[in-house]
Nanobody, 123 residues
């Protein structure tokens, strides 16, 4: 069982930056691939970024490539999403997710989810 808690969301102007953090409970965090997804009301949950258990492999949605960076610290049981050059279309609730094994870009393959944190980018 893994419990995830996100933090770091908020309101920022277009062009600004935010850093989201996700803290996981459990002693097997280092064996889980981690992902960040986002969702707006009435829309499907959208893949943003993912990182392998070791941190050696990452994947990004085309819409955030070059602007967002995912990282993890297995000693602290945390995964972060650094978001730069934010755009109004990045506005959403952002969720942290975990799955054992290899990373995936598909939300349905993740077993554990956080409660989400709101990111709002004003124009």
């Amino acid at each position: 069982q893994v419990q995830l808690v996100e933090s770091g969301g908020g309101l920022v102007q277009a062009g600004g930056s935010l850093r989201l953090s996700c803290t996981a409970s459990g002693r097997t965090f280092s064996s889980y691939a981690m992902g960040w997804f986002r969702q707006n009301p009435g829309k499907e949950r959208e893949f943003v970024a993912a990182i392998s258990w070791s941190g050696g492999s990452t994947s990004y949605a085309d819409s955030v490539k070059g602007r967002f960076t995912i990282s993890r610290d297995n000693a602290k049981n945390t995964v972060a999403l650094q978001m730069n050059s934010l755009k109004p279309e990045d506005t959403a609730v952002y969720y942290c997710a975990a799955r054992p094994g290899i990373l995936s870009t598909q939300a349905m393959r993740y077993d554990y989810w956080g409660q989400g944190t709101q990111v709002t980018v004003s124009s």
